[in-house]
């Protein structure tokens, strides 16, 4: 069982294409969708009017899709601090200001770069990855993993809540120009609330580790094991089916003149 979605150009084309096929499942749900973005960097910003209006309705609920990449990748932290300096500011500052419990701060950068184990300081699993992409004598191209989902952690009986992302896995095609590519996966999905933001925040990852290791960014693969075109929330009352429907012909319409 598994709905693909044909390659699109871009994140925001992604996003509208995605929605698009889940909306039309039965529940507005599906399971095993994929999702492959040709460019994930091209017109990731605010900028772009698409994703300026899937951020104003987000911002109706208190969210938006530059909070939501963050939580992947801090790039205003990389712009300012560089590598690795930003990690330790990240740690130092943002984490302590944005952690709840011990459990979740809702960053999965956290993870990437401070990964629990039994005993040991926690790896940065990120810095790694990069740190072997530079390096001449490390000849693989297809073991560059990074785990997000800590058993330890997030097993629990809550449907919802805690990491959804689960796992990524980064791969180097040969070739006259070593082109960067990520497939990640994730246990559930948002496509409203959640999936341009997501799609953005990787890009972003990409841009990061492609750029710090001497490489293209590739093709972004996402795969969502379950996915839904959710009803956000502000003060406990939902978005309703009328105005996720006006959000996406809102997207349309701004979308009609790229296309043209």
Not at 12 to 30: F, M
Not at 52 to 78: H, M, Q, R
Not at 140 to 162: C, I, M, T
Request: with cysteine; aromatic share 10%; net charge neutral.
């Amino acid at each position: 069982m598994y709905l693909p979605v044909p390659s699109q150009p871009d994140c925001a084309r992604a996003w509208r294409e995605a929605v698009r096929l889940v909306d039309g499942q039965p529940g507005h749900a599906a399971y095993n969708v994929i999702i492959d973005v040709a460019d994930p960097v091209a017109n990731a910003t605010l900028a772009d009017p698409r994703i300026a209006v899937v951020d104003e309705f987000l911002s109706g609920y208190d969210k938006s899709v530059e909070t939501v990449a963050n939580t992947i990748f801090p790039a205003g932290l990389y712009r300012r601090y560089g590598a690795p300096e930003f990690f330790s500011v990240f740690l130092d500052t943002v984490l302590k200001k944005v952690r709840r419990t011990e459990r979740w701060s809702g960053y999965y950068f956290e993870r990437m770069i401070q990964y629990p184990t039994l005993s040991g300081e926690p790896p940065n699993q990120l810095w790694n990855i990069v740190q072997r992409l530079r390096d001449d004598n490390v000849s693989a191209l297809n073991k560059f993993e990074l785990s997000l989902f800590d058993p330890g952690r997030d097993v629990d009986n809550s449907p919802y809540g805690g990491q959804c992302l689960s796992f990524m896995s980064f791969k180097v095609v040969p070739g006259p120009e070593k082109t960067l590519t990520l497939t990640v996966m994730y246990r559930n999905h948002f496509y409203v609330e959640k999936l341009l933001g997501n799609l953005v925040g990787l890009g972003r990852l990409m841009d990061f580790v492609a750029g710090e290791a001497g490489l293209k960014v590739g093709a972004l693969t996402v795969i969502s094991t379950h996915a839904e075109i959710d009803q956000p929330k502000r003060n406990g009352k939902a978005a309703t089916r009328a105005e996720i429907g006006q959000l996406i012909a809102s997207f349309d319409q701004a979308a009609a003149p790229l296309a043209a």
